[in-house]
């Protein structure tokens, strides 16, 4: 109780607490984000031998135990397993100097930058939100939304493991009386989210013969809905656009991306919320400011 009413008492020491707290998230993520496609993709393949009646491949019978705990951490090209004090976050890679201390490979840059990053979104909610339960909510939110973003750049994939949770836990907020948004909003938003964007895929699919998303990115607004409410969704669309339209106008000015390549809209999205999780408010305000319509 000391502790809890001295972060109240103390904004700077909340937001250190939640910066440290990001990092350790950070490492966290960075297992998840590598793990859940795969996890997906065993799965898939398990399935699909039970819908065609087919054995597993021989060795494969009995396949190793493989989720979030299972194995331990592990260098993927000596299976050297990492310690305790190989794995704090960003501190250990720097000392390592990127490179495994078992056979000396490189150790993705991605893995620092993902727990900084982690780091200052949990700090930005807590300088935003300060001490209230609805930082709780937004820290679980910001962490789901920045590991869907990563694991859709990686693999073109929203998994539901991640977006269901979502879902529910804007509504549980909601209905908790935790949440900014009525309940009423909150599942409006969720309904509206998801047929928007269901009835977008639709109509290009007819008019194109071509998939524009995929299931996911329904799922996503819908849980950004219900996080945010269904007078925000414009808003949130909005945003994602213009995120996207930047991102890939820059990309394509550097050559990485041709003109005619499919992007994912996921990561927009979850960026598009995050922010007007944050700033959503002012951002309206501004714009009714802007041309008088308040």
């Given at each position: 109780?000391?502790?809890?009413?001295?972060?109240?008492?103390?904004?700077?020491?909340?937001?250190?607490?939640?910066?440290?707290?990001?990092?350790?998230?950070?490492?966290?993520?960075?297992?998840?984000?590598?793990?859940?496609?795969?996890?997906?993709?065993?799965?898939?393949?398990?399935?699909?031998?039970?819908?065609?009646?087919?054995?597993?491949?021989?060795?494969?019978?009995?396949?190793?135990?493989?989720?979030?705990?299972?194995?331990?951490?592990?260098?993927?090209?000596?299976?050297?397993?990492?310690?305790?004090?190989?794995?704090?976050?960003?501190?250990?890679?720097?000392?390592?100097?990127?490179?495994?201390?078992?056979?000396?490979?490189?150790?993705?840059?991605?893995?620092?930058?993902?727990?900084?990053?982690?780091?200052?979104?949990?700090?930005?909610?807590?300088?935003?939100?300060?001490?209230?339960?609805?930082?709780?909510?937004?820290?679980?939110?910001?962490?789901?939304?920045?590991?869907?973003?990563?694991?859709?750049?990686?693999?073109?994939?929203?998994?539901?493991?991640?977006?269901y949770p979502l879902l529910w836990a804007g509504l549980l907020a909601a209905v908790l009386g935790i949440s900014p948004v009525s309940l009423s909003d909150?599942?409006?938003?969720?309904?509206?989210?998801?047929?928007?964007?269901?009835?977008?895929?639709?109509?290009?699919?007819?008019?194109?013969?071509?998939?524009?998303?995929?299931?996911?990115?329904?799922?996503?607004?819908?849980?950004?809905?219900?996080?945010?409410?269904?007078?925000?969704?414009?808003?949130?669309?909005?945003?994602?656009?213009?995120?996207?339209?930047?991102?890939?106008?820059?990309?394509?000015?550097?050559?990485?991306?041709?003109?005619?390549?499919?992007?994912?809209?996921?990561?927009?999205?979850?960026?598009?919320?995050?922010?007007?999780?944050?700033?959503?408010?002012?951002?309206?305000?501004?714009?009714?400011?802007?041309?008088?319509?308040?």
């Open positions: 109780m000391l502790l809890l009413d001295y972060l109240a008492a103390n904004p700077a020491a909340l937001i250190l607490v939640c910066v440290l707290f990001g990092l350790l998230v950070g490492s966290f993520l960075n297992v998840v984000i590598h793990r859940i496609p795969k996890m997906m993709e065993a799965t898939w393949r398990q399935e699909a031998r039970e819908l065609l009646e087919q054995p597993a491949p021989k060795g494969e019978e009995t396949p190793p135990i493989f989720n979030l705990v299972t194995p331990g951490s592990h260098c993927p090209h000596c299976n050297h397993r990492i310690r305790w004090y190989e794995n704090v976050p960003v501190v250990s890679w720097a000392l390592l100097k990127g490179r495994c201390s078992g056979c000396k490979a490189a150790i993705s840059k991605r893995y620092p930058i993902i727990e900084l990053l982690t780091a200052l979104v949990a700090g930005l909610c807590a300088w935003r939100f300060g001490y209230d339960p609805w930082l709780i909510f937004m820290l679980y939110g910001s962490f789901t939304l920045l590991a869907l973003a990563v694991i859709d750049l990686d693999t073109t994939l929203l998994p539901d493991d991640l977006t909150a599942v409006i938003g969720a309904m509206a989210g998801y047929l928007a964007l269901w009835s977008l895929y639709w109509v290009f699919k007819l008019l194109t013969g071509k998939e524009g998303m995929g299931y996911g990115d329904f799922k996503l607004l819908a849980a950004l809905g219900a996080w945010l409410g269904w007078q925000y969704l414009p808003v949130v669309v909005l945003l994602s656009s213009v995120v996207g339209l930047v991102f890939a106008v820059s990309m394509m000015a550097s050559g990485s991306m041709k003109r005619d390549q499919g992007i994912p809209f996921g990561p927009y999205l979850a960026i598009a919320g995050w922010i007007a999780l944050l700033w959503g408010e002012a951002i309206v305000s501004s714009y009714l400011g802007l041309f008088n319509l308040g």
